[in-house]
């Protein structure tokens, strides 16, 4: 990965990406910075750490950099265009006239479902920012109230999440890598300093014991581990192997070789983690809009602390929901009968089995087999932390309950731009080589 970042800074063109990506996540930075006016960002600190970090909300947190918890002008970060993103994807499935559009459209097709997703990115935005606007309001966070000051709040969070937006398609154009996920990286990582001299302040403080010079250790070393695990897991994959038969055509002879069909052991990334922490997170929520946690009285308190995130109940109904959502998404991802039709057509076959329904039998065999270990290992990336976090008080305190989504996040987001880096270094020479 180093050598691959010297080589790429060699290359005056490549070198001028990369300074432009940085430019952008500098600025994207700069916004994390500035406060949203009319809020109160002390008590909204305050508030947050004590009853939103188990909430759907500590997730968005950690994607906008903290950005969440302080009320600043990025606070909705790149969460209403992802949400927008992943409602699009699903509905072209569902809607027709989007799946014609995203497989027969062409490049002009891309380009009205890239506008349909910017629309429904500002309108998530005014959606996200009124109900932000609304947790504000009603736990007295704000400086000042009335109606121009909600107007000023919501205007800015939607401003600022179109602005984010803006930023990662310039990375996609003129920088390296996918925009939207360096921003995402960027934001996660930005939280990595504070924990770390979180944790050298816990180290030092008069109340660190035996436990605490224990714990530390070992959650670094498993988080090694786990970035190992995710790298492997990244790049592996299920090859089939496919032969095409061969042809002869006037004068000149097609197919007859040997290829083969990878399937990812992780398909659908970090989604299904995603999705199953909204939904295992949903009572809290529900519970924050009611002014209500895990620590009150009566029914609500008790109810909150059976789903709360130390809770086997929880960490039970979190592991079935990223198992369910990763088999959802692979199915729509990948659809064994299309590629059997399309195999065939191309006069491929996979030995041993008949083309047609017996290879789109195998095929979703093998998709089956291969989604279950790609979402047992998302269930322990995302379980891990939260299991360490129940049994030590003092690895909670460090805010690594999401710490597996957000490896996956960054581990991800890294492999893939190092790919986007050596890609361009490939054409480069290429270039080089063909004058």
Not at 2 to 25: D, H, P, Y
Not at 177 to 187: D, M
Not at 348 to 367: D, E, N, Q, S, W
């Amino acid at each position: 990965m180093l050598q691959t970042l010297r080589n790429a800074w060699k290359v005056e063109e490549i070198r001028k990406k990369m300074l432009f990506t940085l430019f952008i996540i500098l600025l994207f930075r700069l916004g994390n910075a500035i406060p949203v006016p009319n809020i109160d960002t002390a008590l909204l600190g305050q508030y947050f750490t004590s009853s939103l970090s188990n909430t759907i909300l500590g997730l968005y947190n950690v994607m906008s950099g903290s950005a969440f918890s302080t009320g600043t002008v990025f606070a909705l970060s790149i969460q209403p265009y992802i949400n927008a993103s992943i409602i699009i994807q699903l509905l072209t499935i569902a809607i027709p006239a989007l799946e014609r559009l995203s497989k027969e459209g062409g490049e002009e097709g891309k380009k009205k479902l890239e506008n349909i997703t910017r629309y429904s990115t500002v309108a998530i935005a005014l959606l996200q920012a009124y109900g932000y606007y609304v947790i504000l309001s009603t736990n007295s966070l704000l400086a000042k109230t009335g109606v121009w000051s909600a107007i000023v709040i919501v205007a800015t969070l939607v401003a600022g999440s179109c602005l984010v937006m803006w930023m990662g398609e310039q990375i996609t154009e003129f920088g390296i890598g996918n925009g939207i996920s360096v921003i995402l990286f960027a934001g996660i990582i930005a939280r990595v300093p504070n924990t770390f001299v979180n944790m050298i302040g816990n180290l030092f403080s008069s109340s660190a014991t035996w436990k605490t010079y224990v714990v530390y250790p070992l959650m670094i070393l498993g988080g090694l581990a786990m970035i190992v695990l995710i790298v492997i897991v990244t790049n592996a994959e299920r090859r089939i192997p496919v032969v095409y038969a061969k042809r002869v055509v006037g004068r000149k002879s097609y197919g007859g070789q040997n290829t083969h069909l990878p399937l990812k052991v992780n398909m659908s990334g970090v989604l299904p983690v995603i999705f199953a922490s909204s939904i295992a997170s949903l009572p809290a929520t529900v519970g924050m809009f009611f002014g209500k946690t895990s620590e009150s009285a009566g029914g609500w308190g008790t109810f909150l602390r059976l789903f709360n995130q130390t809770s086997v109940l929880y960490m039970v109904i979190y592991f079935l929901l990223i198992i369910f959502f990763s088999y959802f998404y692979s199915t729509i991802q990948f659809n064994p009968i299309e590629v059997s039709n399309n195999l065939m057509k191309n006069g491929g076959y996979i030995p041993g089995f008949r083309p047609g329904k017996p290879t789109g039998a195998f095929i979703a065999k093998v998709l089956n087999k291969v989604t279950l270990f790609g979402a047992i290992y998302l269930a322990i990336i995302a379980l891990v932390p939260l299991i360490v976090g129940a049994v030590s008080p003092t690895a909670s305190n460090t805010g690594i309950s999401i710490g597996g989504t957000s490896l996956i996040i960054v581990v991800g987001v890294a492999l893939e731009t190092v790919r986007a880096l050596e890609a361009q270094l490939i054409m480069r020479n290429y270039k080089g080589f063909l004058e």
